[in-house]
T-cell receptor, first 111, second 113 residues
């Protein structure tokens, strides 16, 4: 049970921002929110993670709602290479480093 | 640094044969995970190890599946006997306690005919 809810698919135009939503309404206070993505024919790769504050890195930004029941992964300028399945994952503090994947959102990027 | 290395990348085998998938984690990582991915079930955690010791194998589908980690740099996932429903992509991942990232290999694509 991944305990997160994401849309099955989204479309974006190249060079436009993309906002990928995730609901995690039952998140506990110590759960981190992780995002991974899986490019075609590859293994998942880490994108970003956060606990309470918004986070930025070279790949994306993560906006976390004040009540922590939802979050949004932001790709500032989508490229064709960003077409992938994006997974939003809750990771408890006491579960080692175990990741439980849900269905994810398939992002399609149109040129 | 080399990432997680899996072998073989592709394998086609006949039903009933033994299949062994191999994984070399990133040097120094103390967690190792085996996942299976199918269209129907998505990515499922099969088993994970910490410091070479199996911690949770509740995702292993049945007795035909077994996994070992004889040392910190090598793990195997064995299926014996294999069945067509075992056809999937098997991923190995490793991570280091205290870090949030898990690094995945490129996967072993298994087809059982």
């Amino acid at each position: 049970d991944a305990k997160t809810t994401q849309p099955n698919s989204m479309e974006s135009n190249e060079e436009e921002p993309v906002h990928l939503p995730c609901n995690h309404s039952t998140i506990s206070g110590t759960d981190y929110i992780h995002w991974y993505r899986q490019l075609p024919s590859q293994g998942p790769e880490y994108v970003i993670h956060g606990l309470t504050s918004n986070v930025n890195n070279r790949m994306a930004s993560l906006a976390i709602a004040e009540d922590r029941k939802s979050s949004t992964l932001i790709l500032h300028r989508a490229t064709l290479r960003d077409a992938a399945v994006y997974y939003c994952i809750r990771r408890g503090n006491n579960a080692g480093n175990m990741l439980t994947f849900g269905g994810g959102t398939r992002l399609m990027v149109k040129p | 640094d080399a990432g997680v290395i899996q072998s073989p990348r592709h394998e086609v085998t006949e039903m009933g044969q033994e299949v062994t998938l191999r994984c070399k984690p990133i040097s120094g990582h103390d967690y190792l995970f085996w996942y299976r991915q199918t269209m129907m079930r998505g990515l499922e955690l099969l088993i994970y190890f910490n410091n070479n010791v199996p911690i949770d194998d509740s995702g292993m589908p049945e007795d035909r599946f077994s996994a070992k980690m004889p040392n910190a740099s090598f793990s195997t996932l064995k299926i014996q006997p294999s069945e067509p429903r075992d056809s999937a992509v098997y991923f190995c991942a490793s991570s280091l306690r205290g870090q949030s990232l898990a690094y995945f290999g490129e996967g072993s694509w298994l087809t059982v005919v």
